[in-house]
């Protein structure tokens, strides 16, 4: 994300989301002192709201019922933040908040992929968050997200957890690439580089 020097390693994504049983070869990528950590209260929201989406595998639903219930528990304020606004059965999220943390993801797959740092700014599109007329937020933001290529090859040790891949090719006439991210075999998120208009 940044240029300081690496002062440790940091898990991407983070360990609170693969169950005890599902941590193999977990993907660490360098980080400096001030990103390193500084996400876990992040980590710790977006993971709770994730195990809530629909479509989701069982281990979703198994890790909600014991660490981010403890979580809850333990922190009724994140529990409150969480679902405090409802509206009928669906609850809000604060989007920003998931969206920095998406960021920091793509860019800590890119680098563990490319070695290097992603120079674009990616911008998260989510199938599993819906406006109030019940569209996604993929199919509002990115209409034309079916035409996007399809790829059934996916990365990562624990890919009923957590898997990605990066399909290259030309974006806005420029060699780039997009990500795709899929937690718990259900819950995706597109990454695509901000298209900035000429
Ligand atoms: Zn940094």
Not at 48 to 76: C, E, F, M, Q, T
Not at 155 to 162: A, I, Y
């Amino acid at each position: 994300m940044c240029s300081e020097a690496a002062t440790g390693v940091e898990h991407v994504p983070a360990r609170c989301f693969f169950p005890r049983e599902h941590r193999v070869n977990l993907i660490t990528v360098p980080s400096c002192s001030r990103h390193n950590n500084e996400t876990s209260k992040d980590d710790e929201y977006a993971r709770g709201i994730i195990v809530s989406a629909l479509g989701n595998n069982k281990l979703a639903i198994d890790h909600r019922r014991d660490p981010v219930r403890r979580s809850y528990l333990h922190s009724p304020k994140l529990f409150q933040n969480t679902f405090q606004i409802q509206k009928k059965d669906a609850f809000f999220h604060d989007r920003d908040r998931i969206d920095n943390l998406m960021i920091k993801i793509a860019y800590a797959l890119y680098y563990h992929s490319y070695r290097k740092i992603w120079e674009s700014k990616p911008e998260p599109y989510y199938k599993q968050f819906l406006f109030d007329d019940g569209k996604s937020d993929i199919e509002v933001r990115l209409p034309n997200y079916e035409t996007l290529p399809k790829y059934d090859i996916y990365e990562g040790g624990n890919k009923s957890v957590f898997k990605y891949h990066f399909l290259e090719g030309k974006i806005n006439g420029k060699n780039n690439c997009l990500l795709r991210m899929v937690f718990y075999e259900g819950f995706e998120v597109l990454i695509l580089p901000k298209i900035i208009p000429q």
